[in-house]
T-cell receptor, first 114, second 114 residues
Framework: AQSVTQLDSQVPVFEEAPVELRCNYS??????LFWYVQYPNQGLQLLLK??????LVESINGFEAEFNKSQTSFHLRKPSVHISDTAEYFC????????????FGAGTQVVVTP | NAGVTQTPKFRVLKTGQSMTLLCAQD?????MYWYRQDPGMGLRLIHY???????AKGEVPDGYNVSRLKKQNFLLGLESAAPSQTSVYFC?????????????FGSGTRLTVV
């Protein structure tokens, strides 16, 4: 069995403050890990992914996530958020034996205020 | 380069009516998926296909049927719509090897069953 837990359903944050979105997973086999972002009334966009190699992965817009195998976590961080980062963020896990099926967390709504 | 195209984008159905959602991809991906997105639950897999002529059940298959007669198309059918099927539906396709991973989502279909 596999599960993906996003520990916070909503995270309010002030502009230019840091933010961390937590994601934990459970799986009996190796996994690939992803963060997706969904802006209001839009589809899903891939933010970043971990397949192998360096456990710290970065996106082009300042987000980073670190894969921690021992703690089975893949937390997402940004040191300074913008109003435009207001969106819903989804953590997703892919078991390497699962025909590419993604399992998503419930999502974390980030609301950035001035 | 269209990627993954879903039609229609919006639909309102009456309880008991039937409809088919169409997903088309032009990337020659082998794997295709249908997910539904509901508030507070993330995305959940309905059905998936690992190649032309194949389909399999995902996490929430009840009330839905699928077909993949052509590699580029993946159809999702609702035979008798119920209010519980009010949701946003996303189609996706993927290519996946040990060292690469590409996953593309469509823009979604917002379905309301009244």
């Amino acid at each position: 069995a596999q599960s993906v837990t996003q520990l916070d359903s909503q995270v309010p944050v002030f502009e230019e403050a840091p933010v961390e979105l937590r994601c934990n997973y459970s799986s009996s086999v190796s996994v690939y890990l992803f963060w997706y972002v969904q802006y209001p009334n839009q589809g899903l966009q891939l933010l970043l992914k971990y397949l192998s190699g360096s456990t710290l992965v970065e996106s082009i817009n300042g987000f980073e996530a670190e894969f921690n195998k021992s703690q089975t976590s893949f937390h997402l961080r940004k040191p300074s958020v913008h109003i435009s980062d207001t969106a819903e963020y989804f953590c997703a896990v892919l078991r390497t034996d699962s025909w590419g099926k993604l399992q998503f967390g419930a999502g974390t709504q980030v609301v950035v205020t001035p | 380069n269209a990627g993954v195209t879903q039609t229609p984008k919006f639909r309102v159905l009456k309880t008991g009516q039937s409809m088919t959602l169409l997903c088309a991809q032009d990337m020659n991906h082998e794997y295709m998926y249908w997910y539904r997105q509901d508030p507070g639950m993330g995305l959940r897999l309905i059905h998936y296909s690992v190649g032309e002529g194949t389909t399999a059940k995902g996490e929430v298959p009840d009330g839905y049927n699928v077909s993949r007669l052509k590699k580029q198309n993946f159809l999702l059918g609702l035979e008798s719509a119920a209010p519980s099927q009010t949701s946003v539906y996303f189609c996706a396709s993927s290519t996946y090897t040990e060292s690469t991973y590409g996953y593309t989502f469509g823009s979604g279909t917002r379905l309301t069953v009244v």
